[in-house]
């Protein structure tokens, strides 16, 4: 019998106590689960014995989370974003980190869309307004000014920002919707526009101002880092909606709010925050817990961090991370490597 293989999950994002896991991995492995946040909360003795960590996204690890996993020899993503991860501690410290990119493509694309229809289509509007009267609206008609964003969808263009794999999904949602799609990507192959029948634009600039519909769909990265705030916003067209399901630190979120309500952007549809959870000040939280009845109902949309979810997507995340981590604690194989760019001496 091999020595066991340890792994932890510092921030599992499920309930129960590692099911699909435990099935994945057999008798040999241990597992201890967590659902933290915060490092400190973590006990260093079960750390120091990890042979592998599989981490989520709330979980930050950075020098001092490093520092306190001597044994381990592979961090893996349950999920595609990585932000949260320091690429370089972890290259330096001689650990691959993996994550697993195919669990949740096209949930996120799909809530993207679902973004812009509920917006487009006034469904919230027409709910709200039914749940205070379900009758009244059919009899005297609705009221089409309190509906302001809803356009023809078709012909309309739809910019991605970031033509990667949810940027292709929903490029093609989009077009079953008779959409234009242009995207701006200066890091996709040469040659992906053609295959994906997509309009290339050089500049992030020139997509902002003839776009309809931006929808973001790049990963943070220090570049992409407050890439849409007040200026770029400036230069979209005010009826326009902005659609971010990537990071939240790829906008300036009070100043897509005072665009709003300025009349300079037509609205928008928010998965992710800069800082998350949001601090009880910051001003999405002002602004949302007031929507109801103010001057912007119905051009902001927010969701909790969620376009990636569905039973089945959780599920897959669960397997590839957890296949992805023994592959290589087992087998010496690395899936999906994000920072080869830093990793010296694997351990
Ligand atoms: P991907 O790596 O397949 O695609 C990202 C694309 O962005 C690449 O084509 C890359 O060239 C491009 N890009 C990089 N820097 C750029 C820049 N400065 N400007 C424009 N484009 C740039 O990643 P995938 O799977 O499509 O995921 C995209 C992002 O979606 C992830 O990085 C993650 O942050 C976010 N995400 C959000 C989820 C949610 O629940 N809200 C769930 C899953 C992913």
Known sequence: ????????????????????????????????????????????????????????????????????????????????????????????????????????????????????????????????ELTRDPIGQFVTGFDATHTPLVRRIRGRIFGIVGLGRIGIAAALRAKAFGMEVIAYDPYASPGLEIATGVRRIANLGDLLAVSDVVSLHCPLTPETQGMIGAEEIGLMKPDSLLINTARGGIVD???????????RLGGAGIDVLPVEPPRADDAIVETYRNLAGSPIAGRLLLTPHSAWSSPESAADARRLSFETALLYLRDGSLRNLVNEAFLVDPR
């Not at 979120?253 to 009349?263: F, L, Q, R, T």
């Open 253 to 263: 979120v009070p100043a897509v709010i005072a665009a709003i309500e300025a009349g």
């Open 1 to 128: 019998m091999p020595d066991s293989i340890r792994l932890v999950t510092p921030d599992a994002q499920y309930p129960d106590d590692g099911l699909i896991e435990r099935e994945i991995a057999g008798p040999d492995t241990v597992f201890d689960i967590y659902r933290e946040r915060l490092p400190d909360r973590l006990p260093d003795d079960v750390l120091a014995k990890a042979d592998g960590i599989v981490v989520w996204h709330e979980m930050v690890i950075d020098d001092a989370f490093v520092s306190r996993i001597p044994k381990c020899r592979v961090i893996v993503r349950a999920g595609v974003g990585y932000d949260h991860i320091d690429l370089a501690a972890t290259g330096a410290a001689g650990i691959p980190v993996c994550n697993t990119p195919d669990y949740g493509t096209s949930e996120v694309a799909d809530h993207a869309m679902a973004l812009m229809l509920v917006l487009r289509r006034a469904l919230v509007v027409y709910h709200e």
